[in-house]
């Protein structure tokens, strides 16, 4: 089973006067979208939901990355790292007490396994952020595309079974000088030079992280919204956030 993980006790107080308006700053933000390889970002098109749930755009089963929605076409859904064990953040809707299982699984380029779970799901909606177990097996080597899928097992009474799933993309990146000197000018608040350079899984991660040990800070909650708004997915921004930790 996976495990709540509790983030790491940061009380923090806004830098300077020149990011107390960050929120608008990331929501204004584009990140790219790379063209392959494609992915899948929502849990299928409407028509295709898990039956447990209704049609509504909040009930989706959504990965929390950087692409475009579109029902005709696959798109890229690739995220940037500097993590070797990063976290994968998804929107897990609530679902009947007939569905408890979930599955992630991480893959390299060619199919092959690097980590696969089943896990039991929580018991409410939420972003919830699966953390990767440090192991050096698990690590992300730099450069290399990586895909994870997240996979909820739809089990309704008197109908097959069938998986409701996303999948996503990730690249781990080179930690550089420059990278770690702009980082050191925002700190504690990297996610807005992590958000500047593109790096969404570290941003994203970074203040969720903040967002945890500091849920009553207004800047945050609205840097959180600015952040989910600049790739399309605003609506999830008042949803609770959780983190687990996965096992080996």
């Known amino acids: 089973m996976n495990y709540p993980l509790s983030a790491p006790a940061q009380s923090i107080k806004l830098i300077s006067s020149s990011l107390n308006q960050s929120k608008n700053r990331l929501a204004k933000l584009k990140f790219p979208n790379n063209g392959a390889p494609v992915g899948r970002r929502r849990g299928g098109a409407r028509r295709e939901v898990c039956p447990s749930l209704d049609n509504s755009l909040d009930n989706s089963l959504t990965a929390l990355v950087p692409g475009e929605d579109s029902e005709v076409e696959s798109k890229s ?91 996503a993309w990730i690249t781990r990146i080179e930690m550089t000088s420059n990278l770690d000197s702009q980082l050191k000018s925002t700190k504690p608040r990297e996610y807005i030079t992590y958000a500047e350079n593109q790096i969404w899984e570290s941003a994203l991660t970074n203040l969720a992280d903040l967002r945890l040990s500091n849920a009553n800070l207004p800047q945050l909650r609205e840097d959180w919204t600015g952040l989910l708004e600049s790739v399309g997915l605003g609506e999830f921004s008042q949803a609770p956030i959780q983190r687990y930790q996965l096992e080996e």
Do not use: H, M
């Open 77 to 167: 859904f690739l995220a940037l790292t500097v993590s070797e064990y990063p976290t994968f953040w998804i929107y897990l809707p609530k679902f009947t007490a007939t569905v408890t299982t979930g599955q992630f699984s991480l893959q390299d380029e060619n199919n092959k396994d690097i980590y696969r779970k089943s896990l039991t799901l929580p018991n409410k909606s939420g972003v919830i952020g699966f953390k990767l177990p440090q192991n050096a097996r698990y690590a992300l080597k730099v450069n290399q595309k990586y895909q994870w899928y997240f996979k909820v097992s739809c089990n309704e009474a008197q109908k097959k079974p069938r998986n409701y799933y996303v999948y």
